[in-house]
C-alpha cells in the first residue's frame, strides 16, 4: 500500500508536469490570435529567406534563457539550419565579428529586460541585421526592439516559489523545436542529409548504415548449384548459419531455400528426400535487396510481412547476386 507521503510527493511530481504542459497548451491556443500567427509565420519565412540566401540564424540569451538558445542552435544544426550561439556580454567584447548583415538574431528573454542582450540587439541592428525575439513579456524593452516577436507567455511558473524558471524554459525550448522542425519541413531537408550531421550518433548510422556495409560476402554466402543435392543443401546451410541457402548459377540468383523450408520438406517428402534438387524445393522470385539501400529500409522489407524472413539476397544493377543480409546483422548494428 503507497504511504500518503508518497501520494503527495507523487502529487507534486506530476503537478509540475501539468503546469508545464498547460504552458504549452495555451500558447498554443494563443497561435490562434491574428497578430501572434502573423508575427509567428513572418519568424519562419523571414529565418528560410536567411538560410536560403547563405545567411545563418544567430541565437542568443542570458543565464536559463541563454541555456535553451544553445540547445535550439544545436536543434536547428542538426536538422540542416545554419546556426551558431552567440553569448552577448562576449559578443560585446569581441565575438560581434561572428554576425554578419545576411544573418539573423534569434533572441530569447523571458523578462525582456536583460541589459546586455538589450545592448547586443542595439548594436547589431546598427548593422543592418534583423531581429527576431521569443519572450514572456509583450510589453519589455526587447519586445519593442525587436522585429518580429515570438509570444513565450506563461502565467506561472512550475517552481512553488515562483523561483526557478521551469515552465518558462520548457515553453521556450518547445518554440524552438518547432521552429527547428518546421523549417526542416519548409526547406526540404531529407533523412540523408540529417544523417550527415550525425554520423557518430546512433540516428546518423540509422539512417546512412548501408545494405552493403554489412552484407555478408564472398566464401561467407551460402552457394548452391541448381542440380545441388538434399544433403549438400544440409552441409552448406549448417556451415554458413545464416537460416538460408542461396540457389545461384553464373552469378544469377535462381531462387531461396530457408530453414523452414527444410522443416516442411522433411515432414512432407521423407520417403524421396535424397532425391530431390535444389531446384525443386526453392522458391524463385525471392525478396532481394540492393547495395545501396538503406539497411533500415532492408529491414523493413523483412519485418513489415505477414510472414518474416530473416535474410535477404542482395543483388547489384547488373542483377548478379554480391551478398546476403541477415536479419540480426541489421539490428544489431543500426
Not at 68 to 94: D, M, N, R, V
Request: with cysteine; hydrophobic share 40%; aromatic share 2%.
Amino acid at each position: 500500500m503507497v504511504e500518503r507521503q508518497d501520494l503527495e510527493l507523487l502529487e507534486n511530481f506530476k503537478n509540475v508536469l501539468r503546469i508545464e504542459q498547460d504552458a504549452i497548451t495555451q500558447c498554443v491556443e494563443r497561435l490562434n490570435i491574428p497578430n501572434n500567427s502573423e508575427q509567428a509565420i513572418k519568424a519562419l519565412k523571414l529565418f528560410k529567406k536567411t538560410l536560403d540566401e547563405d545567411g545563418k540564424i544567430i541565437l542568443t540569451g542570458l543565464g536559463k534563457s541563454g541555456k535553451i538558445a544553445q540547445k535550439i542552435a544545436s536543434t536547428l544544426s542538426s536538422t540542416g539550419s545554419y546556426a551558431i550561439f552567440l553569448h552577448p556580454t562576449e559578443a560585446l567584447h569581441g565575438d560581434l565579428g561572428l554576425a554578419h548583415q545576411n544573418d539573423v538574431l534569434f533572441a530569447l528573454s523571458n523578462t525582456g529586460n536583460t541589459p546586455e542582450l538589450l545592448e547586443l540587439i542595439a548594436v547589431l541592428k546598427s548593422r543592418g541585421l534583423t531581429t527576431v525575439c521569443l519572450g514572456g513579456n509583450p510589453n519589455s524593452q526587447l519586445a519593442h526592439k525587436a522585429d518580429l516577436w515570438i509570444d513565450a507567455f506563461v502565467d506561472k511558473e512550475a517552481c512553488t516559489h515562483q523561483l526557478a524558471p521551469t515552465a518558462s524554459t520548457t515553453l521556450a525550448l518547445a518554440l524552438g523545436d518547432a521552429v527547428a522542425i518546421t523549417l526542416m519541413k519548409m526547406r526540404g531537408i531529407e533523412p540523408s542529409e540529417f544523417a550527415k550531421n550525425h554520423p557518430g550518433g546512433a540516428l546518423g548510422k540509422r539512417l546512412s548504415c548501408t545494405v552493403e556495409a554489412l552484407m555478408h560476402k564472398g566464401d561467407e554466402i551460402p552457394l548452391v548449384l541448381p542440380n545441388a543435392s538434399f544433403d549438400e543443401i544440409i552441409i552448406v546451410a549448417t556451415q554458413k548459419k545464416l537460416g538460408t541457402v542461396l540457389i545461384v548459377e553464373n552469378q544469377k540468383l535462381l531462387g531461396i531455400i530457408t530453414d523452414g523450408d527444410l522443416r516442411r520438406v522433411l515432414k512432407l517428402h521423407r520417403e524421396k528426400l535424397f532425391q530431390m534438387t535444389a531446384s525443386e524445393l526453392m522458391h524463385t522470385n525471392p525478396i532481394t535487396a540492393q547495395p545501396q539501400m538503406l539497411a533500415k529500409d532492408a529491414l523493413d522489407l523483412m519485418e513489415k510481412r505477414t510472414s518474416k524472413i530473416s535474410a535477404l539476397p542482395v543483388i547489384n544493377t547488373e542483377q548478379k547476386l554480391v551478398g546476403i543480409l541477415h536479419l540480426h546483422d541489421v539490428v544489431k548494428n543500426i
